[in-house]
């Protein structure tokens, strides 16, 4: 399995296979992004180690069961009820956020449950409200997740799939909300449509993240421990208008706020490791856009959307020196751009997509701590893994009818620009593009207990190209003691960049079936 690295270590051996680097030696340290773990499988020195060494791997169950219920009481209203019940076992290789190998994050193994619950209930209403037609919605959700994950220490030089160690640390969890959402959907005229909504949720996080300590002789001492319990109330609303002005053309304005709580982990870990963080707040925005959409004919719709959102209190991951992970509040920073979107279908079965966004995100107010004392000023730089532009074209054929109906394909290409690695805007991931292509077949079956199939088979990044699939934040570190910071050059040798390498050429199939 494959772990995250410097940007030059990328450029060097994306996949880390090449250099040796299943053997760490004092030769390929540039070359190979190895890990460090107690040399006894317990506590005390570490030693470097290779993912294959560890049997580094992820091992995940999950099962899903749910009830959906639909009620008419009449053409007008529908009732709807929804329980899904969620259970996840994870037994992983991850990276632990907090200093537990050697005084830094360092691989562990995890395991344990996460259990959730979700229930919800909807009613829609369609009726006339003061001579004006109307869509009414009023919906009720909860949702309730616990978490469980001990984790260990690895094993060192035991390959295959890895051992377990001694204990490290146990996350035990709680994570809930209960939510009320409204909306009304008003035809104010036969070519103009309102909606108003709103949205309100109580969320309330609760626990105790436990690390475990060992004395310089193995003796297990008090575990640090730190107990979080905080709620959020948090609100939204919503306005917008949508204007057909003649066939062809169609005016859209809207206006919305939303918001996100910090989850657990979150509220856990501190730049200096295991620590309480719960003084974060929810992050919150609010944003307005304006579209048209044009359909000169029935076979080509084309629309663009401008948007601007302002946030408060953003949330962000941020990678210590000693590789540690934690999480912060961006005090302001925006979003701004536009989305292009074409739909055009030539002839029956064809379709040609394209999809462009330009997405820029700024800082506006942040003063990034790189040491206790030394604060660098952000404002105005780029909000690090965001491409700025991206693009989706897509050109496929289904076969409308006769036998074969439902037999079709596509040929897609995805591509990324480069982007910022750090807040400082000094380190940047490579742009990309990929080809993908795909066959599928579905069918509907009629008078029989299976009602529909539907088969497909994909081939992802047919050209196999080597690319950036993602990255955490890389530290803007300081040369030695001085308040100067560190240059594109030592910021590419850092591995809190943390970068992964995307998957190369693959061949997927499946089927679904509905009964």
Known sequence: M?????????????????????????????????LNTYANGIYGATIRQSSSQLGYHHNIQREIAGLRWEHDFDDATTWRSQFTYDYLENRSATWMPVKII?????????????????????ITRRAALFGFPTTSYLGFFYDNLKLTNPTYAWVPNVWSYGMPGGPTSKMDSYHSNISL?????????????????FSTNWNRVWGVNSVYNYSARGAVLTPTQVGIDNDYWNTAPEASLTWRYNPEW??????????GTPNFSYLTATVNGVGNNGTMKAQTNMGVDLGVDWTPTRDLTVGVTAFHEWFRNEIMQ???????????????????????????????????????????????????PLSATVYYNRSGKAIPNV??????????????????????????????????????????????????LNLHYSRDIAQSWLKRFDIFFDVKNVTDRTYVAGAAVMTDGLIGRTGIQ????????????????????????????KF
């Open 250 to 259: 169609q005016l859209r304005a809207r206006y919305a706020a939303g918001y």
């Open 2 to 34: 494959q772990v995250r690295q410097s940007l030059n270590q990328y450029y060097y051996n994306p996949y880390v296979k090449n250099y040796g680097c299943a053997i760490p030696t004092a030769g390929n340290v540039p070359f190979c992004n190895n």
């Open 387 to 436: 491409a700025p532009h991206s693009l989706t074209a897509r050109a496929g054929y289904d076969i409308p009818y006769g036998q074969f109906a439902g037999l079709g394909g596509y040929v897609e290409y995805i591509y990324k620009s480069d982007y910022a690695l750090d807040n400082a805007n000094l380190a940047w991931a490579p742009g990309y593009g990929l080809v993908n």
């Open 102 to 122: 050697g005084g830094t994050g360092g691989p562990v193994y995890m395991n344990g449950p996460t259990v959730g619950i979700s229930a919800s209930t909807d």
């Open 181 to 197: 959402r409204a909306r009304e959907e008003i035809a104010l005229r036969p070519d103009l449509t309102a909606v108003i909504g």
């Open 318 to 368: 941020l990678t210590a020196p000693s590789l540690v992970f934690y999480w912060v509040n961006i005090p302001q920073s925006v979003h701004r751009g536009v989305e292009v979107s074409a739909d055009w279908r030539p002839f029956d079965g064809a379709q040609l997509l394209l999809a462009y966004t330009y997405n820029n995100q700024q800082f506006t107010n942040f003063m990034d």
């Open 486 to 513: 560190q240059d594109a050059a030592l910021l590419s040798t850092n591995t809190g960049a943390s970068v992964i390498a995307g998957q190369p050429r693959a061949f997927i199939g499946g089927v679904k079936f």
